[in-house]
């Protein structure tokens, strides 16, 4: 009697065990009306990423999870409802409507251009910044500390570098980054459009599957033959650092909004261009700029990065936060959450996202130089548990 109690009580009130952690793929055949290629991997926890058309990286639940890996095991409708209505006790028309909508509204994602590199797909936010992973979301790789004006030296710690790593050096990173299971790349510097082969890296993630950005000031993405280069290259979105001063960023931010490119800008207030900020502002939303990065100069500015914040949402631009820029964390979002006592709660580094240094040394993220490893040299498994370690030790 009491087996039965417990046999009963396990069926209806125990948690759905998630799927078996893993990566699937799938492409679209040729005869499909629409081509696209989707890579899911699922983390021990039952949430996962989905991968779509190498363009975007998707963030889901253990529901959404389950939806995308019955659509890439081709699974039909009722074989969904059947198997889902037994796992999480609702009706079968429940579940394949369920399914039918995550569906619908995934190929409305897999349709649509300009896409945000990160969404989440209108199912319940979880914070992946502080879940433990199997592996970072992203890598944020500076290619070079070079930088076009000497003004802009000491900006970066070019000091702590030797050398910069050949181009085959890097495609063996991002070999090992991919077969880690790590979606997304991010190159940066220093100005990463001085090296000549950002093209060729681009190409060469986007050939692996891998969804790809540039942080830029846009000193290059101003001439016409580069920005189509790196379009054709198959670039996915593009943050640009934003020097009102430099008429090549403006006509960079002018020129890559009338692409097929995700296009983020990212403007620091500071002690010099204060009195100027909502000038600025205007300026950007004249250019159509719908995705804003902002960070200020030091904390006593925190007060006009509210003002500037809410100027943004008033003409529809969006407000990001987690891509990588310098000085990242005097950023509205992190600033809100300090506020309320919640901290660094929104911060991935060394989890969500790893950075690599031109010599090819890992750090959590830019500016935190704790090093944990070199991502040319060591063992991917060594570089992954110092950082876990780091994290431990940091939580």
């Known amino acids: 009697m009491i087996n039965r109690i417990r046999e009963t009580f396990n069926r209806f009130f125990q948690p759905v065990q998630p799927l078996a952690a893993g990566v699937y793929t799938f492409n679209a055949p040729p005869e499909a009306a629409l081509p696209y290629r989707l890579h899911l991997r699922i983390e021990p926890d039952g949430n996962s990423i989905l991968i779509i058309n190498a363009s975007t990286v998707l963030h889901l639940n253990q529901t959404g999870t389950e939806y995308a890996y019955h659509l890439i095991q081709q699974h039909n409708e009722e074989e969904v409802a059947n198997e889902l209505s037994k796992r999480y006790r609702v009706s079968k028309e429940q579940a394949r409507q369920d399914f039918i909508s995550f569906r619908e509204r995934l190929m409305t994602l897999i349709e649509t251009t300009d896409l945000d590199p990160v969404t989440y797909l209108e199912f319940e936010r979880v914070n992946v910044h502080e879940r433990r992973l199997s592996a970072p979301l992203r890598l944020d790789c500076a290619l070079t500390y070079a930088t076009p004006h000497p003004r802009a030296v000491g900006s970066t710690p070019v000091e702590r570098v030797k050398r910069e790593l050949l181009t085959q050096e890097w495609q063996t990173i991002l070999e090992k980054a991919w077969k880690a299971g790590i979606p997304h790349v991010i190159f940066t510097g220093g100005e990463p459009t001085l090296r000549p082969d950002l093209v060729e890296l681009v190409e060469f993630a986007e050939k692996l599957g ?61 002690s010099r261009n204060q009195h100027r900020i909502t000038e600025i502002l205007n300026k950007l939303v004249e250019l159509n700029v719908k995705s804003l990065s902002l960070s200020i100069e030091d904390l006593s500015m925190k007060s006009m990065l509210q003002q500037v914040q809410e100027h943004a949402f008033a003409h529809e631009m969006s407000i990001v936060w987690d891509l990588p820029v310098p000085y990242s964390e005097l950023n509205p979002i992190s600033l809100e959450l300090q506020s309320e006592g919640i901290g660094e709660y929104f911060d991935g580094a060394g989890n969500a996202w790893l950075y690599v240094e031109p010599d090819g040394d890992v750090l959590p993220a830019q500016g935190k130089t704790i090093l944990l490893g070199n991502f040319l040299t060591d063992d991917w498994t060594k570089i992954w548990q110092n950082a876990q370690a780091l994290n431990q030790n940091q939580a």
């Not at 000031?217 to 054709?232: A, D, P, V």
């Not at 650092?241 to 931010?253: K, P, Q, R, S």
């Open 210 to 270: 891998m969804v790809t950005g540039v942080l830029s000031n846009g000193y290059r993405f101003s001439e016409h033959k580069f920005l189509t280069e790196i379009l054709q290259a198959g670039l996915d979105h593009l943050m640009i650092v934003l020097d009102e001063n430099e008429d090549y960023c403006w006509e960079a931010i002018r020129d890559s909004l009338a692409s097929d490119l995700y296009v983020t800008v990212h403007l620091t207030i500071t």
